[in-house]
T-cell receptor
Framework: GQNIDQPTEMTATEGAIVQINCTYQ??????LFWYQQHAGEAPTFLSY??LDGLEEKGRFSSFLSRSKGYSYLLLKELQMKDSASYLC??????????WGAGTKLIIKP | GAVVSQHPSWVICKSGTSVKIECRSL??????MFWYRQFPKQSLMLMAT?????????EQGVEKDKFLINHASLTLSTLTVTSAHPEDSSFYIC?????????????FGPGTRLTVT
């Protein structure tokens, strides 16, 4: 079956760094996406990894290891507005995104 | 980035009535749009893939006669929840991908919160 495993909730301090891990099992693989979703709002696209390695985009970076079925999202210089849920979404062989429940990130001053 | 709008943003209706939700791509043409439903603290659930000019493709377990999808133009898809019941209360979100971008980098509408009383 298809499965995504992320921590349910994480807490971090403003200005710090946090890493949100994601392990996945899918039928085929066509890349992995990270989305941010604030409470009561729709998701917004953050990053896409299809090859192994680290992709950096400003304060956010995303890493992928296809052989391990593992990805992480790294957030630096945390700001209060980063409080949100972060969704790891791999794409299967049918080019369909597989959604998990996400990780709720709480930023404290 | 591409912009997707959704209307209404929230709606309250009585049990047994029907509700129509519109999804529009404002600055690009979307041959494919996606409709999701999300219950509190749960993951997004894909309901159907809406294809312009053809019938929608529904996911397993989604009643196509209850959730009517129409994709009449390259910028508009509609979802009609027919004979709504309280268990249909949820957050409905549409999304679209820009042509050539594939189905992964989706741009989401702001969502419609439906409450059925």
């Amino acid at each position: 079956g298809q499965n995504i495993d992320q921590p349910t909730e994480m807490t971090a301090t403003e200005g710090a760094i946090v890493q949100i891990n994601c392990t996945y099992q899918t039928s085929g693989f066509n890349g992995l996406f990270w989305y941010q979703q604030h409470a009561g709002e729709a998701p917004t696209f953050l990053s896409y990894n299809v090859l192994d390695g680290l992709e950096e985009k400003g304060r956010f970076s995303s890493f992928l290891s296809r052989s391990k079925g593992y990805s992480y999202l790294l957030l630096k210089e945390l700001q209060m507005k980063d409080s949100a849920s972060y969704l790891c979404a791999p794409m299967d062989s049918n080019y369909q995104l597989i959604w998990g429940a996400g990780t709720k990130l709480i930023i404290k001053p | 980035g591409a912009v997707v709008s959704q209307h209404p943003s929230w709606v309250i209706c009585k049990s047994g009535t029907s509700v129509k939700i519109e999804c529009r791509s404002l600055d690009f043409q979307a041959t494919t749009m996606f409709w999701y439903r999300q219950f509190p603290k749960q993951s997004l659930m894909l309901m159907a893939t809406s294809n312009e000019g053809s019938k929608a493709t529904y996911e397993q377990g989604v009643e196509k006669d209850k959730f009517l999808i129409n994709h009449a133009s390259l910028t508009l898809s509609t979802l009609t929840v027919t004979s709504a019941h309280p268990e249909d209360s949820s957050f409905y979100i549409c999304s679209a991908a820009e042509p050539g971008q594939g189905a992964g980098e989706q741009y989401f509408g702001p969502g419609t919160r439906l409450t059925v009383t």
